[in-house]
């Protein structure tokens, strides 16, 4: 006889795992909690932003039953992002939730830090497996430049609390923006060696309406050639945690790694293996295109696990064979804060 748990697990086994129509399987989903964020990059926030209701914001327990529709039909990796993860209030209440789905193997967060020394600990126990940390400079002044906030501390003191309570590897991803922080990739680059830094390089998509719209964008070729002419043969490396888009390196006698994004020049789409879910409820299956299909309704209007497993199977027959970033194509109407990012 089968007890409950047994029958979930045999149930999850049976069912058929998530593949578009272009038969990529889709095992990752990034799950905007807000779009309220406590910075305002110059890259993502747009200047007439106004903040979502309350009413229109998925509620943790809406996010939960949209994740185990996900979880039963194959998704196995959960990344919690914004706006800024960290400005929702009790998120290790929604972590701990999603990350006993059974299923779910993993929980992760992308956020600025200025919340991370406050809650790393919190969101360790509450079964959070690791963090990628967003930092553009390690200059104070240029800092609030390009973020809007006095806050570079804090960000460094959040990086060093995750980890010191576990939540490995820590990612930092720098966006790199010429004329405004380039000449700070070397910087980045030396603390994988002193700091054991794993840092991540990431071209500069123009979004549509954020402040900073001119291409400025420096290519992953370009920072590759310059850390490799001033600091060493880059050694190609096979991290053991993560198989996104990064291509990741090591420089001689460093602990850290460095990863490459190129997010504009490379088309990483054929692997694509990940959705989104934005904070109002809707179901995108690329960043950088608009089409989304709504999902909150159906939740509120009290569907089962599996009409919402069914509405994200409809998700992913949209999802397009890719993005023509390198050709021209400008992002989305709507802002990174909104999609989550
Ligand atoms: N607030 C969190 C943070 O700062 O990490 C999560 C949301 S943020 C939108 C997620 C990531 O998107 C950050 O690493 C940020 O640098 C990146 N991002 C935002 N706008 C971008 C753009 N136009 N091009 C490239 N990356 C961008």
Known sequence: MTRPHQQTILKIESMSNLVDSFNREINYMRISVTDRCDLRCIYCASTNFKDQSHENTLRYEEIYRIVQAAASI?????????????????????????????????????????????????LKAAGLKRVNVSLDSLKP?????????????????????????????????????????????????????????????????????????????????????????????????HPRVGNGPAKYYKLPNSNGTLGFIGAVTECFCAQCNRFRLTSDGKLRPCLLDDDEIDIRERVRQGAGIEELAAVIQSAAVIKRKQHHLSSGQKPSARSMRQIGG
């Open 74 to 122: 194959g998704v196995t990796k959960i990344r919690l992002t914004g706006g800024e993860p960290l400005v929702r209030l009790h998120l290790s209440r929604l972590v701990g939730m999603l990350a006993g789905i059974p299923g779910i193997e993993e929980v992760s967060m992308t956020t600025n830090g200025t919340l991370l020394a406050k809650y790393a600990a919190e």
């Open 141 to 237: 002044d240029k800092f609030a430049y390009i973020t809007g906030g006095d806050k570079l501390n804090d960000v460094l003191l959040g990086i060093e609390t995750a980890n010191n309570v576990g939540l490995v590897p820590v990612k930092i991803n720098m966006v790199v923006l010429k004329g405004i922080n380039d000449d700070e990739i070397l910087d980045f680059a030396r603390k994988t060696i002193t700091g054991g830094w794993n840092v991540r390089y990431i071209e500069h998509m123009p979004f549509s309406n954020a402040k900073k719209q001119d291409n400025d964008m420096v290519s992953s070729q370009e920072i590759m050639s310059l850390i490799s002419k001033e600091l060493g043969e880059l050694v190609p490396h």
